[in-house]
């Protein structure tokens, strides 16, 4: 069992690359190229091919030069731009290597970089391919190159099985980089995309609170206006002769009291108050699991202190984070749940305990060892089964976890056990689904007992926007 939402997870990465980074890592490699064949010949008295070594250079620099005058500086290329400039960029050191000793060349090692580049920028697919062209590339140059000649006629050559034994290392190199690579970068970027998201629940929670704060003040503010309206215009009905004019004070009344029922239904959410930044825990929870008490399952709750030295009663910081996360978890019991949802609140002197339990299938096995990742995709027969088409990235349990653990929760997920279905009470029922626990110290959610409630002071603005 595990709470999903749709977020898009299929964001094209390659949008992201600039045309100007990496023009500017083919400068870098240009100027690496140029480097090596003038020290390899100057310092080392190779004999190398300088014009077809510099024809090469000279291919990437021109098509550097007309990436940055024809194109705009800050373009960002596609998936298929990305992997051609790649591509270009391995067939060129490729080039330089064949003319350069081949695999005898220690610098053959940079072929792999343009596939590391890939597989944090393109999909795995693209990435694979050019990986492939990779190796092809390598064995094509470790059979066929030019060795590397002094001028005195040496030859610097390694031990043949020196170059398949660099040849296996280079090829398990481009596999394993891009593999690494592609996976690092995919659960960094959806990391990052789920804690976007977990910022934008906040934040439309926190703007519901607040609006709802306006909405409420708003609603004290004109009750005394609108009372003294319609109390004026209760005796004009009564004194008024005219009947046109006695028409317009009752309508005056009427509009009155309707202007009132809207208000009061507008500020159900609370007043923006000192008063309603604290409330009993119970008050909080069932806030929390109110949107979905009526929809078809039963939402059982038990809210007592754990021990007898407890306070009969709580009052908690009234988060939005702690609501919003609250409400995830309530909804995935909910959608999973045969028929019933139990949330169990209980406190001591230390800490507060939420244990939110249903009749469900429970965790699935696949991936009940990674509750709380985001993007989780694997799913058991039988929760899907039961939620058919309902396949997401398990990012509302993400949301829940982190959102709750700002707030100082330790959660922990499990497995109820199977009880036995033959009970002789009619009332027994069964646990057997997903079990979340929340643990809070009384410090980190601001709880006090009702006799250690300050006063609340006065109240201040709404500054919600």
């Not at 709580?314 to 139990?342: C, K, S, Y």
């Not at 339990?357 to 699935?364: A, E, I, N, T, V």
Request: with cysteine; hydrophobic share 45%.
């Amino acid at each position: 069992m595990v709470e999903q939402t749709g977020f898009d997870t299929q964001i094209n990465r390659s949008n992201w690359v600039r045309l100007r980074t990496l023009i500017a890592l083919r400068w870098v490699a240009i100027g690496g190229q140029l480097a090596a064949i003038t020290v390899a010949q100057r310092l080392f008295n190779l004999d190398l091919h300088l014009g077809l070594c510099f024809l090469a250079i000279g291919a990437s620099i021109v098509a550097n030069l007309v990436a940055a005058f024809v194109f705009p500086t800050n373009k960002r290329l596609s998936e298929l731009e990305v992997a051609c400039m790649l591509l270009a960029d391995v067939a060129q050191l490729a080039f330089l290597l064949a003319l350069t000793g081949g695999l005898n060349n220690p610098f053959a090692l940079l072929i792999m970089a343009p596939v590391a580049i890939s597989a944090t920028a393109l999909k795995p697919g693209t990435t694979a391919l050019l990986g492939a062209a990779t190796i092809g590339f390598i064995s094509i140059v470790a059979m066929w190159h030019l060795p590397l000649r002094t001028v005195e006629g040496f030859i610097m050559r390694m031990p043949q099985d020196f170059v398949i034994g660099f040849w296996t290392a280079l090829v398990i190199g481009v596999m394993f980089l891009g593999i690494f690579a592609s996976r690092v970068t995919g659960e960094v970027n959806a990391m990052a995309e789920a804690l976007a998201a977990t910022q934008m629940a906040l934040a439309r929670e926190q703007k519901l609170t607040d609006l709802g704060g306006v909405v409420a003040a708003a609603a004290h503010e004109l009750g005394t206006p609108l009372a003294t309206i319609k109390l004026t215009s209760a005796e004009l009905i009564d004194e008024l002769d005219d009947p046109q004019l006695k028409e317009d004070a009752t309508l005056i009344r009427d509009q009155a009291n309707r202007c009132r029922d809207i208000l009061r239904s507008m500020g159900q959410a609370g007043k923006d108050d000192l008063h309603m930044r604290r409330a009993p825990i119970g008050a909080v929870i069932r806030e929390a699991a109110e949107p979905h008490e009526n929809r078809g399952k039963e939402v059982h709750y038990d809210i007592s202190p754990l021990t007898e030295d407890s306070p009969d009663q709580l009052t908690i910081d009234r988060r939005p984070e702690i609501i919003h996360g609250l409400r995830n978890l309530v909804q995935n019991a909910v959608d999973f749940a045969q028929a019933n949802v139990w949330i169990d609140i209980g406190w001591d002197s230390t800490s507060i305990v939420l244990t939110i339990s249903d009749d469900g299938p429970g965790f699935s096995p696949q991936v009940i060892g990674r509750i709380g990742d985001p993007f989780v995709r694997k799913r058991n027969k039988s929760s899907s089964s039961q939620r058919p088409g309902y396949d997401g990235m398990g990012l509302g349990l993400f949301i829940a976890k982190t959102l709750l653990e700002r707030s100082g929760a330790e959660l922990s997920f499990a497995n109820g056990a199977d009880a036995d279905s033959d009970s002789e009470s009619p009332d027994y029922q069964i646990r057997s689904g997903a079990i979340v626990q929340a643990r809070w110290p009384l410090e980190r959610i601001g709880a006090k007992s009702d006799n250690d409630r300050p006063a609340l002071g006065e109240n201040t603005l709404n500054q919600a926007t």
